[in-house]
């Protein structure tokens, strides 16, 4: 099993810098979103609103760390601090009209490439792998206590 899991490893950290799938025609570059944009635009679309202490917890980061990735999106207009819709004290930041565009251009883009990469696989070979994905996400998820929301139905 050493080697199977050796395997995994490598594959895993070489599919990260396969990020961008699609064809460059397909999201231009001004639209195009840095990975930690894209993370923390999906994490607000999916919970809503959420302040830096939350988004921290969520990724487990420092929230300094969390405070410099939201500043970028804040000035490019992606996201915008909101007062906290449940009364609390901290500000919350919140997906703009143009942080939500660009997040479903860029989703857009990754699944279509993968639609191409994936074209000559089987029903089964590719729900298979959808599975093997889901289970390994939950998996270290559960393990580390910060479970991703994800789509009904997923």
Known sequence: MEKEIATIERELRLAGRHAAMGSSSDCPPGDRLER???????R???????????????????????NRQTAALLRTDLAERIADPDGGM?????????GLRRLHANRAWATNGLGIVLADW??????????????????IEEKEGRPWPRPTGS
Do not use: C, H, W
Request: charged share 25%.
């Open 90 to 98: 901290a500000r919350k930041l919140r997906i703009t009209d143009e």
């Open 36 to 42: 930690s944009a894209y993370l923390v635009l999906s």
């Open 44 to 66: 607000i679309e999916m919970e809503g609103p959420l302040s830096i202490g939350q988004l921290a917890d969520a990724f487990g980061l420092d929230a300094s760390t969390v």
């Open 122 to 139: 089987t029903a089964d070979e590719v729900a298979t792998l959808a599975d093997a994905l889901l289970r390994f996400n939950t998996t």
